[in-house]
């Protein structure tokens, strides 16, 4: 059998997961269509929901990634020659954008710099410019550590007969996502962020009006296995096989979304405030300015800029070689200028920012600047 080394998983996911949750994965397989399982299901949607802060019935965890879930909402809810309008202030906006192209839409983009959140202002009048069927924006940009305030859109998306989307993979069980108070029409997310969870399965919601532009589609979703009318089928309806379901992740998800709701999200995200704070004040002596936008700084993922000089790559080979502890690289236009500390669901604890923080300390003492 592979053995895995034991690493401290403070980069931008996966997350350390708890051990009832890798216990839970660890549980004898049971088939996809045992009414056991299908139990499992029901109490997950009912979890789910609780965790997207939502009434919608069409609430259910995608197999695949984030990546799969972010498709699933894309082919679902576009067809070609529909517009989208797309915000992109970071990696995972510009990927919306090529899924959603690839879908045949009229992609619109609006940009912003890196790091930075949008004016909801400034969309507001683009979204009334532009009359999308769709609008789509990350909550949680994982590429930079922006935080998207998303509370005035919905109406503004609704008024011009468009659906709303967000990305909420990095933000749902560490931050406030309330999909049915902001007038979210469709969301997807993942397992292994603030959900501590190994990655795998991809939370999705749909509402009402997402499910009336399914059902009103003139042509076919284009992807047959991430057709959410059989989806909804499986784990909804006459419970129709459809394909096989990644059993024990989905048994793994079930206990972790179990731990999210017994420690309550309120606390939870305040677990995730303090633990963000915590940190900014013990980086402040090391010189690691965070590169992300004062005000709109994500709790669970901060991007703090590398000093000059410093190789970046030695910095992180010499954490994960020799403390076991993995952070992330930057990504897109901060690569080689960032690292990426997470701080996600179970991660996110003051011990995690005194080891990281020390192991920093010691790594960055050990390396003269390069001159
Ligand atoms: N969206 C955001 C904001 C992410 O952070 C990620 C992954 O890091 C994704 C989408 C894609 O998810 P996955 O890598 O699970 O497919």
Redo the contacts with the bound molecule.
Sequence with gaps: MPVTPSRLLLG??PSPVPPSVLAALAQPTIGHMDPAFMKIMDETRQMLMKVFDTTNELTLAVSG???AG?EALMVNLLEPGDTALICVNGV?GGRLADKAGRCGANVVKIEAPWGTVFDQEALIEKIKEVKPNLFAI?H???STGAHQPLDRLGKAVHDVGGLFVI?C??SLGGAPVKIDEWGVDAAYS?T?KCLSCP?GLSPVTFSPRAIERIKARKKKVQSWYLDMTFLMNYWTGNRAYHHTAPVNMNVALHEALRLVLEEGLEKRFERHRQTHAYLAEQIKPLGLPFTNQKGHRLPMLNPVAIPAGVDDKQVRARLLNEMNIEIGAGLGDLAGKAWRIGLMGHGSTKQNVDTVVGALKKVLADIPAKT
Excluded: L, N, Y
Aim: charged fraction near 10%; glycine fraction near 18%; hydrophobic fraction near 30%.
């Design positions: 931008p996911g990634t984030g990546s972010a995972f990350v949680a940009e994982t990305d993979v990095t993942g292994q990655p």
